[in-house]
């Protein structure tokens, strides 16, 4: 059975609630509220409220419901994997730019190019999940990377307009398309497809016990 879904319609909903957490976010920021939840520094610091954390919990969404019609993986251990060997790509960059003593400049297009590649080795597991990943991506981090430019232009002292100690002083678009627009297209969606195959994939081999468990019908 074929996938009937429109990728639109299925991420749709996830869209939305993602474009309501980054709004809280924002506001959460700019009232002040509790740091641990809304946290202003630079990258966010792992705050509580942001939509990093909606990525596992889409990415199982999204392979229960290409599971439902039929267009699972070929194997779930092999998602699992290129999704591992996918996300592997990150942090071989980094320490490779380390290695190197490369300057932050440096790093950023060689971590945008290996966060792409890392995502299409861990689309290749399953491919269906791997577009809608991609789209829902494309849907969560194009408002961020806008919600950075106004935040930059606005000086609102958010984490969305801040760049790393190290980064040199540049003019507003300068300075937004390499920390908002570059990351936000690149690492960011790569991330998701990484990670949302991941926990896709572990939702398809506990699918598949799951059904292999279950006792024939007559």
Same mark, same amino acid.
């Given at each position: 059975? *074929? ?44 705050? $509580?409220?942001? $939509? ?26 092999? %998602? ?12 071989? %960059? &980094?320490?490779?730019?380390? /290695?190197? *003593?490369?300057?932050?400049?440096? @790093?950023? =297009? ?8 890392? /995502? ?22 194009? =408002? ?20 790393? #100690?190290?980064? =040199? /002083?540049?003019?507003?678009?300068? *300075?937004? /398309?390499?920390?908002?627009?570059? =990351? ?9 497809? @990484?990670?949302?195959? &991941? ?6 081999? &506990? ?7 279950? #006792?024939?019908?007559?």
């Amino acid at each position: 059975m *074929k996938n009937t879904l429109p990728v639109g319609r299925l991420i749709l909903v996830p869209a939305l609630i993602t474009l309501a957490v980054t709004a809280l976010r924002l506001v959460g920021e700019l009232a002040r509220w509790n740091p641990t939840f809304f946290s202003r520094q630079a990258g966010g610091a792992g705050a $509580i409220v942001g $939509i990093v954390w909606l990525v596992p919990v889409f990415g199982v969404y999204f392979a229960r419901k290409l599971l439902a019609v039929g267009e699972g993986p070929a194997g779930g251990g092999r %998602a699992f994997g290129l999704g591992l060997l996918g996300l592997a790509f990150v942090p071989a %960059a &980094i320490f490779l730019g380390h /290695a190197l *003593k490369l300057s932050f400049m440096a @790093m950023l =297009p060689i971590l945008a190019v290996s966060s792409l590649l890392g /995502a299409f080795v861990a689309s290749r597991g399953w491919p269906a999940l791997g577009r809608v990943l991609g789209a829902y991506g494309l849907a969560a981090r194009i =408002p961020v990377a806008l919600l950075m430019l106004v935040a930059m232009k606005a000086n609102w002292g958010t984490h969305y307009e801040l760049g790393p #100690p190290q980064m =040199p /002083a540049m003019g507003l678009i300068a *300075k937004w /398309a390499l920390i908002g627009l570059l =990351p936000q297209l690149t690492f960011w969606i790569a991330f998701t497809v @990484m990670v949302g195959a &991941i926990f896709g994939a572990v939702a398809a081999m &506990i699918g598949g016990r799951a059904r292999s468990a279950a #006792p024939a019908v007559a």
